[in-house]
């Protein structure tokens, strides 16, 4: 490459560097001040259901819904952050929720659940999920255990906690 060339490449990354500071919308690394956390499960079959859940509850329309919670997904959700089962995940949600309440100055966790969710299966064992009401009460059990849990590390948070079926609906528990 001929000094020429570096010297209209070096023109062009400073022009794209300018258009991109420049960029309506535009947010740097970490800061903001957002209304929420959501955590929930892995399954795909409830990623769309989560964020439209989420649009309902801020109370805006889905197309404003971009960019106004922070996200954090593991197995289980709420459940892969207290249960016995998934102990060494534990500190990385609670690390997690520690740096999101830092940087994005959020009031809120909602913590969802789901039915027929495998690693409510692996943590409470089939029989304990295999009939609606039971699978309800093992969720509220590990729901309860999520809210003490956030309200012990962060009490001026608000937190929702439900359980999300198949068609998206949400059961609030607490």
């Not at 106004?68 to 593991?74: A, E, G, I, P």
């Not at 999300?164 to 607490?174: C, P, Q, R, W």
Request: glycine share 12%; aromatic share 10%.
């Amino acid at each position: 490459m001929g000094r020429r060339d570096f010297l209209n490449w070096g023109a062009a990354g400073a022009m794209a560097t300018g258009l991109a500071l420049a960029a309506p919308g535009a947010s740097w690394a970490g800061g903001g001040n957002y209304e929420s956390t959501l955590f929930n499960c892995i399954d795909p079959r409830f990623t769309t259901l989560s964020w439209q859940y989420m649009g309902l509850l801020q109370g805006v329309s889905r197309d404003k819904l971009e960019d106004n919670y922070s996200h954090f997904v593991m197995a289980g959700g709420p459940i892969g952050a207290v249960h016995p089962k998934f102990e060494a995940w534990h500190k990385t949600y609670w690390d997690n929720l520690d740096v999101t309440v830092s940087l994005h100055k959020i009031k809120r966790v909602v913590g969802i659940t789901h039915r027929d969710c495998g690693a409510a299966k692996l943590a409470f064992g089939e029989a304990a999920v295999s009939k609606r009401e039971s699978e309800t009460e093992a969720h509220a059990e590990a729901l309860a255990a999520f809210r003490e849990g956030v309200k012990k590390r962060h009490p001026k948070l608000s937190v929702i906690t439900g359980v999300m079926d198949l068609n998206g609906k949400v059961d609030l528990i607490g």
